[in-house]
């Protein structure tokens, strides 16, 4: 008996869920986020609410870009469109693995390349060649050494431990400010 109470009260309270999740009428949009979606329209009523408001989220946060973000966007999407599907597939993938480290670990890789592409072209051929060469049991083993050396350079005192760490992310996210157009594409894309 408690069994069909049990789900006769969880069949309910799904109605009840769904009910209360209601589709978004393309009129309650706002010129501004119809312009943005204009090619969904058409389709707009068929979409369940869930995709509906997601699309809605992406069209106020383009509609909060500069003009100078949005181009920049749509270069990278149409980068994103001209590669392979490989290729596309593995650099979605790293994308998706840096947004999941933790911040020091991203400040520290963002250093690393700004590191690597002031070096003179050259050098940056003659590295790429050496890391080409290396096998991926070598290339493992280097991402492995490289990690502890940085961590036992902050344990050592070379960053002046947690503190200078912090002082450390807060200079670079100044001047990843000052880098406006990569900010708010790192942004635009977190959300």
């Known amino acids: 008996m408690n069994k069909i109470v049990l789900m006769i009260v969880l ?22 986020e119809q312009e943005i979606l204009r090619k969904a329209e058409s389709d707009w009523d068929n979409y369940p609410p869930a995709r509906q408001q997601k699309l809605l989220n992406g069209a106020r946060k383009w509609g909060a870009l500069s003009p100078e973000n949005r181009q920049l966007m749509r270069r990278n999407q149409q ?28 400040i520290r890789l963002r250093d690393t390349f700004r590191k690597f592409k002031r070096l003179p072209v050259q050098k940056r051929r003659q590295l790429r060649e050496q890391w ?3 096998s991926p049991a070598e290339r493992r083993k280097f991402r492995r050494d490289s990690i502890q050396r940085n961590r ?5 005192g070379a960053s ?29 894309r977190r959300n």
């Open 160 to 188: 002046n431990g947690a503190a200078g760490e912090r002082q450390r992310i807060i200079h670079n996210r100044r001047k990843q400010r000052a880098d406006g157009g990569r900010k708010a594409h790192r942004e635009y």
């Open 152 to 156: 036992s350079k902050s344990r050592n």
């Open 132 to 134: 080409k060469k290396k």
């Open 11 to 32: 069949l309910s309270s799904v109605d009840v869920f769904a009910e209360s999740i209601s589709t978004i009428p393309w009129s309650a949009l706002e010129l501004s």
């Open 79 to 106: 980068y994103l469109k001209r590669l392979n599907p490989q290729r596309r597939q593995r650099l979605l993938n790293r994308m998706k693995r840096f947004r999941a480290l933790p911040d020091v670990e991203k």
